[in-house]
Structures are given as structure tokens and as C-alpha cells.
T-cell receptor, first 117, second 107 residues
Framework: DAGVIQSPRHEVTEMGQEVTLRCKPISGHNSLFWYRQTMMRGLELLIYFNNNVPIDDSGMPEDRFSAKMPNASFSTLKIQPSEPRDSAVYFC???????????????FGAGSRLTVL | RKEVEQDPGPFNVPEGATVAFNCTYSNSASQSFFWYRQDCRKEPKLLMSVYSSGNEDGRFTAQLNRASQYISLLIRDSKLSDSATYLCVVNYNDMRFGAGTRLTVKP
């Protein structure tokens, strides 16, 4: 099993540019989570999907952030336009059905480290 | 009030020491609980689940107190390799992480 795969691993961009982060969950996992981690705020849940449907996007900071999951094996997190305060590590994680206790262990990808200048 | 709160530390302990972390949560309907470990510049990884009756995995013991809404992690005979950040996680429909407690074990 290849685990959760994220790309890019590192991205440096200039303020105002569009950023797209990608995630491939573990095959058979039907829940996918996007987190953002900074020193100041720790690990924040941005949005999560269950069976490709967004369930809770209340953590998405503002309209500049959007996430999609067009199929069970792919998700994107887009920031447009990007700002310096968006600099963080963005993690994608997947799990089996979160409603089933014991089945909802999260497996994280290696993260995408974003720097917005 | 944050949904999941942890003492950020840092905890600096000598090898062989016993160290304990606590974590409180605000949603009394939370269904499951975990401890994750995160090494510097790496992703979080599951350390252990936390069961209502308490559970042990080698040198690690996790406990849950639903009445007081906190979970704890006890590490006995700490090793240099235990140095990491420990994150408590609380699940109620989604997975909410605490900010983490930084542990450094010194020779």
C-alpha cells in the first residue's frame, strides 16, 4: 500500500498566485480530510469528505480556499489568490467510515509545505 | 474555548523518567479518542487509541475520563526516541486535534 500521496511536497509562490495541492487517499478509504498546520495554530481541520461529498467545510478560512473530490481517488485544495498568511504545511489524511468507531484511524500524507512570499 | 486543549510543554525529561500528558475536550458527545505522535517535519502517526477502560501498549498507557472530559497518556521508562510532539485527537463526526505537547528526552 502506497499510503496517502500528496503533491507537491514543497511549493514556493508569490502572493496573488493560485496554488493547487493534490491528494490521493488510500484505496478503500472513503473519508478524506484536509488539515493545515502552523506553529501558531497547530493542526486545523479545513474540510472533510465522506464518499466524495463535502461534509463539513466550516474550517475553510475564507472564500479564497476551495476543495474538491471528483472521485474516490483524488482530491484538490486550491487557494486563489494566495497570501503570505497561507504559508503552512497542508496535510491530507484518509480513513474508513468515520462513523464506525475503531475504523476511523487517520493515515496522513507527508504534507505539502507551502510558502507564499 | 478550543475543542481540544493540551499543555504545549515543552516537557524536558531525562531518560528513564515517567511523564504524563493530559488533554481536555469540550464536546461531551465525542465518540472516540486517540493519541498521535509527530516527529519534527513529519506527518502525525497513530500512537494508540484510547479505550474507556484504559489501555496499555508496552511503556505507554492511555486513559479516558468521560465524566471530566479528559484523556491522558503516560510514558514509562522514557527513551531518547520518544522525543516528539504528542497530539491528542477527539472524534465526533470528524477528527479534531489538540495543539500537541512537545517532549524532549535527554541522556
Amino acid at each position: 500500500d502506497a499510503g496517502v500521496i500528496q503533491s507537491p511536497r514543497h511549493e514556493v509562490t508569490e502572493m496573488g498566485q493560485e496554488v493547487t495541492l493534490r491528494c490521493k487517499p488510500i484505496s478503500g478509504h472513503n473519508s478524506l480530510f484536509w488539515y493545515r498546520q502552523t506553529m501558531m495554530r497547530g493542526l486545523e481541520l479545513l474540510i472533510y469528505f465522506n464518499n466524495n461529498v463535502p461534509i463539513d467545510d466550516s474550517g475553510m478560512p475564507e472564500d479564497r480556499f476551495s476543495a474538491k473530490m471528483p472521485n474516490a481517488s483524488f482530491s484538490t485544495l486550491k487557494i486563489q489568490p494566495s497570501e503570505p498568511r497561507d504559508s503552512a504545511v497542508y496535510f491530507c489524511a484518509s480513513s474508513k467510515n468515520p462513523q464506525v468507531t475503531g475504523a476511523n484511524v487517520l493515515t496522513f500524507g507527508a504534507g505539502s509545505r507551502l510558502t507564499v512570499l | 474555548r478550543k475543542e481540544v486543549e493540551q499543555d504545549p510543554g515543552p516537557f524536558n525529561v531525562p531518560e528513564g523518567a515517567t511523564v504524563a500528558f493530559n488533554c481536555t475536550y469540550s464536546n461531551s458527545a465525542s465518540q472516540s479518542f486517540f493519541w498521535y505522535r509527530q516527529d519534527c517535519r513529519k506527518e502525525p502517526k497513530l500512537l494508540m487509541s484510547v479505550y474507556s477502560s484504559g489501555n496499555e501498549d508496552g511503556r505507554f498507557t492511555a486513559q479516558l475520563n468521560r465524566a471530566s472530559q479528559y484523556i491522558s497518556l503516560l510514558i514509562r521508562d522514557s527513551k531518547l526516541s520518544d522525543s516528539a510532539t504528542y497530539l491528542c485527537v477527539v472524534n465526533y463526526n470528524d477528527m479534531r486535534f489538540g495543539a500537541g505537547t512537545r517532549l524532549t528526552v535527554k541522556p
